[in-house]
């Protein structure tokens, strides 16, 4: 792997720039730093494997295509989930709807490999899939805030940014999709 000159600082914005300056080992660092939860966010609003995958490829090839053009006028994963963000709304723009949960979802999530004990799995199953009906019942504007916020570790000011609303409406999303989260995974 081709690293990064040592005189680059660590910050995604400096190995942005380094890698905009020909430093491709730049670029690997970023990829590796935010390709898991870049997936998995777009794999929670698609819920497609294969979608996801498609959409996933296309946004690290807009990073890179953009590389010479970009500034550091906002952090590098503020700028990365606007592009993520950007793509999925030209895909639900080009689709008309969100689909819904694949029919086999529940099939799906048992086939997951678990080293557990057959309870300790079915236990795990109903959770997750308690979440996952609860995560889909919420409206588009709260799940994005919340899934933004929990696994991909954005700032309440990151998100606003890449959102276009404020802080405070993105606090009062997030609570509510918090609110509605606790209501819907009580037994």
């Known amino acids: 792997m081709d690293r990064p000159p040592p005189e680059i600082e660590d910050s995604d914005e400096s190995l942005m720039l380094a890698y905009a300056g020909g430093h491709a080992g730049a670029f690997e660092t970023l990829y590796a730093r935010h390709r898991q939860r870049l997936y998995r966010f777009l794999l929670r609003q698609l819920r497609d494997a294969a979608l996801t995958d498609e959409l996933y490829q296309d ?10 053009d970009w500034r550091p006028e906002a952090s590098f994963a503020t700028w990365l989930y606007r592009i993520a963000r950007n793509r999925l709304a030209d895909h639900w723009r080009a689709a008309r709807h969100r689909p819904p949960a694949p029919v086999d979802a529940d099939e799906r999530l048992a086939r997951v490999p678990d080293d557990d004990t057959p309870e300790s799995t079915l236990d795990a199953h109903e959770r997750r899939a308690r979440l996952q009906v609860a995560l889909e019942a919420l409206p588009d504007e709260q799940r994005e805030v919340l899934l933004l916020r929990l696994e991909q570790d954005l700032t309440l000011e990151e998100i606003g940014a890449l959102t276009g609303v404020g802080r405070e409406t993105v606090k009062s999303r ?6 509605k989260l606790k209501g819907g995974l009580t037994p």
């Open 59 to 68: 946004i690290w090839q807009r990073v890179i295509a953009a590389r010479a």
């Open 174 to 179: 997030l609570r509510y999709a918090m609110d």
